[in-house]
């Protein structure tokens, strides 16, 4: 079966600290990949996406994300998280062959003024 | 511009009784997705319509059913509740035409509870 894995459940970090959230799917052909974030009371909103292209895409709110086929990961990453980037964030990938939208299990960051 | 509305927003079933739930997409969205959020399992693919038609279905029983309208609203059924259908569920708008082609927009979600 088609898996994406986020393998940091939580995350804590300062203000100014590097951000990186590991994200791994299953082989399966073809994707296209999404990072959503869910602030705390705020329904899920797309960070960035991937189709094709620069494997190396930028989103909103100065985060980035880099897409390594060979590793079959879609990390994301901010050079310097702030307060306000406290939130669950979640990678999805659609697998093209069975035409499935799989979301990771998400990752709640924790950002300390 | 309104974006994605769920009702009801919170609502308490029994073991056995079943739940229809209800998504208006953005208007011009013909897509609509739905899934089930819980903190053991994450965030799961129920199933996805475009112009009235599923074209796709999670991993779940047949008691999880939906149907969409011709005007793009959307709903999802749950027969014969049991206490592990207790969760968010949450419905996603999209202007493709697949899940997996563009950016979803969701509501704020519907929460069940069984008790």
């Known amino acids: 079966a088609q898996s994406v894995s986020q393998h940091n459940h939580h995350v804590i970090l300062s203000e100014a600290a590097s951000l990186e959230l590991g994200c791994n799917y299953s082989y399966g052909g073809t994707v296209n990949l999404f990072w959503y974030v869910q602030y705390p009371g705020q329904h899920l909103q797309l960070l960035l996406k991937?189709?094709?292209?620069?494997?190396l895409v930028k989103g909103i709110k100065g985060f980035e994300a880099e897409f390594i086929k060979s590793k079959f990961s879609f990390n994301l990453r901010k050079p310097s998280v702030q307060w306000s980037d406290t939130a669950e964030y979640f990678c999805a990938v659609f697998f093209n062959a069975g035409n499935m939208l799989t979301f990771g299990g998400g990752t709640r960051l924790m950002v300390k003024p | 511009k309104a974006g994605v509305t769920q009702t009801p927003r919170y609502l308490i079933k029994t073991r056995g009784q079943q739940v229809t739930l209800s998504c208006s997409p953005i208007s011009g969205h013909r897509s609509v997705s739905w899934y089930q959020q819980t903190p053991g399992q994450g965030l799961q693919f129920l199933f996805e319509y475009f112009s009235e038609t599923q074209r796709n279905k999670g991993n779940f029983p047949g008691r999880f059913s939906g149907r969409q309208f011709s005007n793009s609203r959307s709903e999802m059924n749950v027969s014969t509740l049991e206490l592990g259908d207790s969760a968010l569920y949450l419905c996603?708008?999209?202007?493709?035409?697949?899940?997996?082609?563009?950016?979803?927009?969701f509501g704020e979600g519907s929460r069940l509870t069984v008790l």
């Open positions: 991937y189709f094709s292209g620069d494997p």
């Open positions: 996603a708008s999209s202007k493709g035409t697949s899940v997996g082609t563009g950016e979803l927009f």
